[in-house]
């Protein structure tokens, strides 16, 4: 059975392409803000983190996608808000979080009576375990975050590149700032299932990279991104299925080999290389 019979014969499939879609448009538009401040690192510190929420979810029985999306939103919070009033230093708190949040799960796995449960699909991801409520929520946060980008498009690209230059304009950069990470926090609870803890990292940052290779416009790039990361987590599951790959693994192993190619082809040539070092003499 081919790929496009077996999405038309098999409703996870199905579930599992759209969530992609989605994830992949939502993960497009928050990576360019995560890269664009420079704040790879706070995508990472989050993620790593809201894996605290989902060993101490797994051990009171409760849903581990809500204790994920509560640790993470209240992670993305305390670094926010220590970088915000100088209490420490951003990447200090991202580092602390990061391991903190892994160490919590860590243990509140270890002391959850009984096997542990397994945890591959949320380290490693799993687009077929994917839901309807899980494609619900991310259908909603991709509707928010293309109206919080439509409608404060401008405010937000101040805040991204410079907090007091916002200010400055009258913008509310602080709350702004917190808004986005919020955000970011909640798309990447909902992407885990797709590319898993370990790599989401790669899915908000290798799209916006190559769009920044190729454009220099602010939403060119934002357009650009969540086209390649639609594109990447569609054929990563397309050439998974046909190989019988992990879905997430082959996503991001396809976006770095395009990332390569594209560096490569956009390379500037030795004659305007030549060229500028004579206009520099």
């Given at each position: ?30 990576g ?13 510190g989050?993620t ?25 939103i ?14 420490i ?22 002391a ?9 699909s949320f ?5 077929l ?12 946060l ?30 509310k950069?602080?709350a ?12 990447i ?14 899915l ?17 790039i ?12 569609v054929?990563g ?5 046909e ?5 997430g ?9 395009t ?23």
């Amino acid at each position: 059975m081919t790929f496009f019979e077996a999405i038309a014969t098999y409703g996870f499939l199905a579930d599992a392409l759209l969530a992609a879609v989605l994830s992949g448009i939502a993960c497009g538009i928050v990576g360019t803000y995560v890269v664009t401040r420079r704040m790879v690192f706070l995508s990472g510190g989050i993620t790593h983190a809201s894996f605290g929420g989902i060993g101490i979810a797994y051990h009171f029985g409760l849903n581990p996608i809500g204790g994920a999306m509560v640790f993470a939103i209240l992670s993305a919070l305390g670094i926010e808000w220590a970088g915000a009033k100088g209490r420490i230093r951003e990447d200090s708190a991202i580092g602390i979080v990061w391991s903190l949040g892994m160490a919590i799960g860590t243990l509140f796995i270890f002391a959850t009576p009984g096997y542990a449960p397994n945890l591959m699909s949320f380290l490693f991801g799993d687009v077929l375990t994917v839901d309807k409520t899980n494609i619900v929520a991310l259908a909603v946060l991709v509707a928010v975050l293309v109206a919080v980008f439509t409608l404060w498009y401008r405010p937000v690209m101040w805040a991204s590149f410079d907090r007091e230059y916002a200010r400055s304009q009258g913008v509310k950069a602080d709350a702004i700032l917190m808004l986005m990470t919020v955000l970011t926090a909640i798309t990447i609870v909902l992407s885990i299932r797709i590319v898993g803890i370990v790599l989401l990292i790669s899915l908000l940052t290798v799209p916006t990279v190559i769009a920044m290779s190729l454009t220099k416009s602010y939403p060119k790039i934002i357009s650009l991104a969540s086209l390649l990361a639609v594109v990447g987590n569609v054929i990563g599951i397309w050439v998974a299925y046909e190989v019988d790959f992990p879905v997430g693994a082959t996503t991001i192993i396809l976006l770095g080999i395009t990332l390569f190619i594209v560096k490569l082809l956009t390379l500037p040539s030795r004659k305007s290389v030549h060229k500028k070092l004579k206009i520099g003499k």
